[in-house]
Nanobody, 124 residues
Framework: QVQLVESGGGLVQAGGSLRLSCATS????????MGWFRRTPGKEREFVAA????????YYAESVKGRFTISRDTAKNTVALQMNSLKPEDTAVYYC?????????????????WGQGTQVTVSS
């Protein structure tokens, strides 16, 4: 059984940084695409970033390009999201997700496994 567990969320001032981590377990992730999504109250889950387990290519939402970086550590079976220059509009619950097949997708419905989410709050 696949398990994804996020950590690293918290409260930060605008302009600050946070690093989210997603610990994976349960099966081999070598053919997976790993993604980060976020959700704010009343809205659908929004794509943030994705990376193939091989490490490339990477994909980003326009709203986070140049500020967020997704990476994976195959030795530790983790996926990270480094978030810099945070803005109040980045406030959301952030979710790690795994897509079982290769190929990028912005659509959350194409991701089969999800973590429980971690809250990120950016104060102005």
């Amino acid at each position: 059984q696949v398990q994804l567990v996020e950590s690293g969320g918290g409260l930060v001032q605008a302009g600050g940084s946070l690093r989210l981590s997603c610990a994976t377990s349960g099966r081999t992730f070598s053919n997976y695409v790993m993604g980060w999504f976020r959700r704010t109250p009343g809205k659908e889950r929004e794509f943030v970033a994705a990376v193939s387990w091989s490490g490339a290519p990477t994909y980003y939402a326009e709203s986070v390009k140049g500020r967020f970086t997704i990476s994976r550590d195959t030795a530790k079976n983790t996926v990270a999201l480094q978030m810099n220059s945070l803005k109040p509009e980045d406030t959301a619950v952030y979710y790690c997700a795994a897509k079982l097949t290769s190929g990028h997708s912005y659509n959350s419905q194409n991701y089969a496994y999800w973590g429980q989410g971690t809250q990120v709050t950016v104060s102005s």
